[in-house]
Structure formats: C-alpha cells, structure tokens
C-alpha cells in the first residue's frame, strides 16, 4: 500500500525557515514524480515544488522560487522541501503527493496518491 507521511510543519516567526518531510513507505520514490502542494483556507491547492527522479526535473512555483529547496533522499524514501524567508503568505496546510513518472506540470490534477498533510503557520 502506497504511503505518504508528511512532517515538519509547525508555527514559525516571520523570516523564519522550515523543512518539511515527505516520507514513503510501500513503494520506491525514485520511481515517481514527488510534489509539494499548499492549501490556504478559502483557496485553491497549488503546486510549490516538483521533483522527478527520473529525467531530474525540478520545478518551484514563483511564489517560493529563490528561496525554496526541494531534495530528495533515496536511502530513507524522503523528499525535502526547505522553505526560508517565511511570511504570512506561505500560511496553508502543505501536502505531498506521488504522480509520474515524468514530471509534466506540478498541478493537484496530475498526482495520484496524497498525504495526509502539515500545517504551517507563519506569525509572530
């Protein structure tokens, strides 16, 4: 049974940083395309970063771009996702998600399997 545990969610202070964990456990992540998703309340889910192991595609969506990190751990089934320079902005509820194999574009619609989610909270 394919799984995703996300991790490393939390509240944190305006300029802070973060680094979410996206563990899987039933399959090999190098096989697929993994994504981090957001979901503010009263929006839609969006694409934040992309990662496919495959062709070693990267994508970060403009909102995080320059001040994100995706990276992946194939010994420990992890993807990364480190997030610096947080603001009000980036509060949302943050999903990964498996799709693949290649990644085409980083929307909700083209993944399959989904964590259960983590919440970030930037305020001071």
């Known amino acids: 049974q394919v799984q995703l545990v996300e991790s490393g969610g939390g509240r944190v202070q305006p300029g802070g940083s973060l680094r979410l964990s996206c563990a899987a456990s039933?399959?090999?992540?190098?096989?697929?395309?993994i994504g981090w998703f957001r979901q503010a309340p009263g929006k839609e889910r969006e694409g934040v970063s992309c990662i496919s192991s495959r062709d070693d595609k990267i994508y970060y969506s403009d909102s995080v771009k320059g001040r994100s990190t995706i990276s992946k751990d194939a010994a420990n089934n992890t993807v990364y996702l480190q997030i610096d320079n947080l603001s009000a902005e980036d509060t949302a509820v943050y999903y990964c998600?498996?799709?693949?194999?290649?990644?085409?574009?980083?929307?909700?619609?083209?993944?399959?399997?989904w964590g259960q989610g983590t919440q970030v909270t930037v305020s001071s």
């Open positions: 039933g399959w090999t992540l190098n096989h697929y395309v």
């Open positions: 998600a498996a799709g693949g194999p290649f990644l085409g574009l980083c929307i909700p619609e083209a993944f399959a399997s």
